[in-house]
């Protein structure tokens, strides 16, 4: 089973910026998407953003043009940068990975609190 460890969680101001980082535990020679989900108080998980092996990504409207979202495969990692943070980007992070074989499968991370201060 793949482990997903999150970092770069925090409190920061309106307009700042941060990176979260979302490093896994094996070495992942096929994936399906990875990404980010979050989720805030009183509200269902919603999608992040997400990158695909071939580079597609994919964007919640609310964060195109702010967020940005790159991976290394060398170092089996994905990393969210986030500019331009607004009090609703305010949520816990989540970490996934969504492998196909043996069959689909999606790992999580253990989440990391995003606190933005208006």
């Known amino acids: 089973q793949v482990q997903l460890v999150e970092s770069g969680g925090g409190s920061v101001q309106a307009g700042g910026s941060l990176r979260l980082s979302c490093a896994a535990s094996?070495?992942?020679?096929?994936?399906?998407?990875m990404g980010w989900y979050r989720q805030a108080p009183g509200k269902e998980r919603e999608l992040v953003a997400s990158?695909?092996?071939?580079?597609?990504?994919n964007f919640e409207d609310s964060v195109k043009g702010r967020f940005t979202i790159s991976t290394d495969n060398a170092k089996n990692m994905v990393d969210l940068h986030m500019n331009s943070l607004k009090s609703e980007d305010t949520a816990v992070y989540y970490c996934?990975?969504?492998?196909?074989?043996?069959?689909?499968?999606?790992?999580w991370g253990q989440g990391t609190q995003v606190t933005v201060s208006s």
């Open positions: 990158i695909t092996p071939g580079g597609t990504r």
């Open positions: 996934f990975l969504d492998t196909t074989w043996p069959s689909f499968r999606r790992d």
């Open positions: 094996t070495r992942i020679f096929s994936f399906y998407a």
